[in-house]
Nanobody, 127 residues
Framework: QVTLVESGGGSVQSGDSLRLSCVAS????????LGWFRQTPGKDREGVAL???????NYADSVKGRFTISKDGAENTLYLQMNNLKREDTAMYYC?????????????????????WGQGTQVTVSS
């Protein structure tokens, strides 16, 4: 059974930092591409960062240099460290597990039935 449980969202000021966490079931953690997407009302889900089983990461241009995706194998946990947050980062953030040959954000289809999603955690950034 695939489970993804997120935590760590909240309300912060511009320039602040937050760290999101996503605890995954062990098999998913070890074998799937894991990542973060975000969504605002009325818009499609947008890729933020993705990391492969080998630890290779890639990011959306809008977050490069500010966000860092990482994993902790001891806890089967995925993280997203978000620094220098901006108002436009405000969104519901979702943890994703995708069974892909290549772990690249550009090949993730958010509507694929093969993806697994967490319940989401809200991040709100105010100026």
């Amino acid at each position: 059974q695939v489970t993804l449980v997120e935590s760590g969202g909240g309300s912060v000021q511009s320039g602040d930092s937050l760290r999101l966490s996503c605890v995954a079931s062990e098999y998913v953690y070890r074998h799937y591409c894991l990542g973060w997407f975000r969504q605002t009302p009325g818009k499609d889900r947008e890729g933020v960062a993705l990391i492969g089983p080998d630890g290779t990461a890639n990011y959306a241009d809008s977050v490069k240099g500010r966000f860092t995706i990482s994993k902790d194998g001891a806890e089967n946990t995925l993280y997203l460290q978000m620094n220098n947050l901006k108002r436009e980062d405000t969104a519901m953030y979702y943890c994703l597990a995708a069974n892909l040959i290549v772990c690249q954000l550009s090949v993730v289809n958010p509507t694929s039935t093969g993806n697994y999603w967490g319940q989401g955690t809200q991040v709100t950034v105010s100026s």
